[in-house]
């Protein structure tokens, strides 16, 4: 079979798989877009069918331009990585001032700030769409925001750190955020559907539908297209812009694929600063995985350096999969809830390269390793019972690592991870890579854990 036909026959087995109304898909081979498609219905009521020119939410696929605005800044003198936040933002402040003063840009853009979901997002997206009408606005009510770890000691996803660090980004630069995007990314890559405002994928005639089935709570619209729930999404995004208030296409975020595999002549960066970017510069315990500026930072089987990062809403999931050394790359935009957008981008790319990636089959482990050692008599202390906000969720002890059970963050269905210890409380997902970081108290005693930013106190 030819290489579309390969591609039709996984993303029609994938969406049927999972439920998925729509998809649009775009592949990178040697630093050109050699395919792009569009699969079933962008919208279910009108029957419009998903080019690589839909307009799609993208989410957390925004984070990578904030890592170039801010290495764009860095270049020009204007920002310093390591310099604490308040001297670009001097009323900057989280609930305990001594780790406010101690928090640097860097640490935000690598989820490191301690504050990981501190719920602001949740409030704007669930209860409140004016919540937070500016960045600046959002940032004032950080105030609030408790730590869960000391400042540069856990990975913890944080969409309001990352919020912080454009802010802070486009005060170095004088030149609003909206402005370093279209100018600094958008406009020289040849981006020419992708908007750094939210609205613009509210009006457009050619634009994907979220959706979901059961159990949508607070993001239910109350509008139904055939059997699916059209998801309700906050009508302005402009606070979350550096975390993931953009909206683009398969086709413009596979140019800028091209553009951030190019190290020499890259339109965006130097080759140091892109290598910067694509740096584990925050390591996942020994693992080798680890984050860099706005990427997930893996590496394959064959030790190839791999960079992704996945772009999720409620009724979006996509993913962005870039092996750099190769100029390969598959883009994955898909509209139904909380799906996992990384699993087809992993199947395609393997149909790319014509061998895996970073395994034969999504049934087998994710290929890294840790000299970490860990016994079950030792982990037997992370066992227990903890909370998370859509319920309870249990911990227990395996031969390598532990087996946590968690409602979903959208729906609560049950979601299992298996997780390998690669380090002093720290574990990584076998199956996912997801970093899972336990907390202890002033005794030792275990507190907590970190999961995709959500903290979940031990409750027995």
Request: proline share 5%.
């Amino acid at each position: 079979m030819s290489l579309a036909e390969r591609i039709t026959s996984v993303v029609e087995a994938y969406r049927a798989e999972h439920d998925i109304p729509g998809a649009a898909i775009a592949v990178v081979q040697d630093g050109a877009i050699t395919y792009e498609g569009g699969f079933g219905q962008a919208n279910l009521e009108t029957g419009a069918a998903p080019t690589p020119h839909t307009l799609w939410p993208i989410a957390s696929l925004t984070k990578s331009f904030t890592g170039v605005a801010a290495m764009q800044q860095v270049e020009r003198g204007r920002l310093l990585l390591d310099e604490p936040i308040t001297s670009y933002l001097p009323d900057f402040r989280f609930a305990d001032p001594e780790a406010s003063r101690k928090i640097t840009v860097r640490n935000l853009l690598l989820h490191a700030g301690g504050i990981g979901r501190s719920g602001h997002q949740d409030t704007l997206r669930e209860i409140s769409d004016e919540a937070y009408p500016t960045r600046e606005q959002l940032v004032s009510a950080l105030e609030t925001a408790v730590q869960q770890s000391a400042p540069n000691t856990a990975w913890s996803y944080s969409n309001e750190g990352y919020a912080t660090a454009g802010h802070a980004i486009e005060t170095a630069a004088d030149e609003p955020l909206e402005d370093l995007f279209q100018h600094g990314i958008f406009d020289r890559v040849g981006m020419t559907n992708t908007h750094p405002r939210f609205q613009n994928w509210r009006e457009a005639e050619d634009r994907a539908i979220p959706y979901g089935r059961e159990n949508v709570g607070p993001f239910d619209s109350g509008e139904q297209h055939g059997h699916y729930t059209v998801i309700r999404l906050p009508r302005d995004y402009r606070a979350f812009l550096s975390t993931g208030g953009t909206c683009s296409t398969a086709h413009d975020l596979a140019r800028y694929q091209i553009a951030t595999m190019r190290t020499e002549d890259s339109p965006l960066l130097s080759a140091g600063s892109l290598d910067n970017a694509h740096s584990a510069q925050l390591q996942y315990g020994d693992s080798g995985w680890g984050y860099g500026f706005g990427w997930q930072v893996m590496w394959s089987r064959d030790d190839t350096r791999v960079i992704g990062h996945s772009g999720g809403l409620p009724g979006v999931s996509n993913y962005s999969l870039v092996v750099p050394a190769e100029r390969t790359g598959v883009v994955v935009l898909t509209n139904r809830n909380d799906r996992t957008g990384m699993n087809l981008a992993e199947l395609l790319i393997n149909e790319v390269r014509e061998e895996p990636l970073f395994r034969f089959s999504l049934d087998e482990p994710l290929p890294f390793e840790s000299q970490y050692e860990a016994t079950r008599e030792g982990l037997s202390e992370y066992a227990g019972t903890y909370e998370f906000r859509m319920g309870p969720a249990t911990v227990e002890a395996t031969d390598r690592g532990v087996l946590i059970r968690t409602p979903s963050r959208y729906d609560a269905h049950e979601v299992r991870i298996d997780a390998l210890a690669v380090g002093p409380d720290v574990f990584l997902g076998r199956f996912r890579a997801e970093p899972i970081y336990f907390m202890r108290d002033g005794a030792g005693a275990i507190r907590g854990f970190t999961h995709i930013g959500y903290y979940y106190p031990r409750t027995a």
